[in-house]
């Protein structure tokens, strides 16, 4: 009921900066969470940042005043900006939306994964 359409990922130096965003469409009552998640290769799936509906926000400790995440409710996007990039960012971003869908006259709350986009930092 929810697709998550990623987009600006790419090669960037050592101390650089990317912006990625995360647009969401389909049927849907509302959106509440949305984050960004990353994997390195042979790495687990790590929270990078999440952002409430109300604009609350947490941060993994390695991003913390390098990385900003925002979100625009009238557009149903999300936003992660990557500044002083380093070599051990690079990873397959993917957004997360926490979403609730109406069926049958009733809501259910789910989650939703976008395709994921490559950051890749390295000189």
């Known amino acids: 009921q929810v697709q998550l359409v990623e987009s600006g990922g790419g090669l960037v130096q050592p101390g650089g900066s990317l912006r990625l965003s995360c647009a969401a469409s389909?049927?849907?009552?509302?959106?509440?969470?949305m984050g960004w998640y990353r994997q390195a290769p042979g790495k687990q799936r790590e929270l990078v940042a999440t952002?409430?509906?109300?604009?609350?926000?947490m941060y993994a400790d390695s991003v913390k005043g390098r990385f900003t995440i925002s979100r625009d409710n009238a557009k149903n996007t999300v936003y992660l900006q990557m500044n002083s990039l380093k070599p051990e960012d690079t990873a397959v971003y993917y957004c997360?939306?926490?979403?609730?869908?109406?069926?049958?006259?009733?809501?259910?709350?789910?989650?939703?994964w976008g395709q994921g986009t490559q950051v890749t930092v390295s000189s």
């Open positions: 997360k939306c926490n979403a609730v869908v109406v069926m049958d006259g009733s809501r259910y709350g789910y989650q939703y």
């Open positions: 389909g049927s849907f009552f509302s959106i509440t969470a």
């Open positions: 952002i409430t509906s109300g604009g609350s926000t």
